[in-house]
């Protein structure tokens, strides 16, 4: 079990404090664990830095900006395959199944196909698990690294990580149609509000807002409940 996939996770979470306080102990787990490549740790050490260092509001506007505001950039992994169509919730009953059948019991915030929570399983299961699962999403991990790059943005550095671990490689016929996919801008409104205007599939009991999201950051575990399973061994009792 590695404790590699926690950190991916919390860096792909809203910001908070908890995170900020906890970013000198991340950077000890990714370098002590090496299973991300020197070339994606020394960019992960700058997203680190940046979020130990740096104004909270910012840092949390920033996310929202890539994140919330982005459907192209959307850490719902099931939303770039299948959109808002049906085939994307019997997906989601699908995975929230596979979780429950390893201990992991989803609350009604939480949406099994976004990508934090999916990691944080990751890191509850053996490694070479947590190696064969992470394949399953590559194809949009890839899209994903590949935008954020674009955008020069250091979060891509999450991203180029999760494929560096992984085995195997994305599918570049299947890459090159999702990044044949609308790429908005979120400082344009307009064409966000197009691209929005279809209401969404929602999921599960208390599900809502857009893309089932109840809160920024889309039904992530919260920070700090990650961070206390940090110096535990990993479990999957619901939280």
Known sequence: MARTFKILSLLLTYPEEEIQEAAGEMKQILASEKLVPENCLAGLDVLLGELAEGDLYDLQERYLLLFDRSRSLSLHLFEHIHGESRDRGQAMVDLAEHYERHGLVLS?????????????????????????????????????????????SVYAWVFLALESIARGKPSKAALDELLAEPDEDPDDLEALDRAWEDQPVTFGPGAGGVAGGMTPGGGCPAARDTLARMDRPADTKPH
């Open 108 to 152: 009604a915030k939480e949406l099994p196909d976004f990508l934090p929570l999916f990691l944080e399983f990751l890191a509850t299961r053996p490694l070479p698990e947590a190696l064969e699962l992470l394949e399953q999403p590559l194809n949009v991990i890839a899209a994903l690294a590949e935008r954020l790059r674009k955008r020069k």
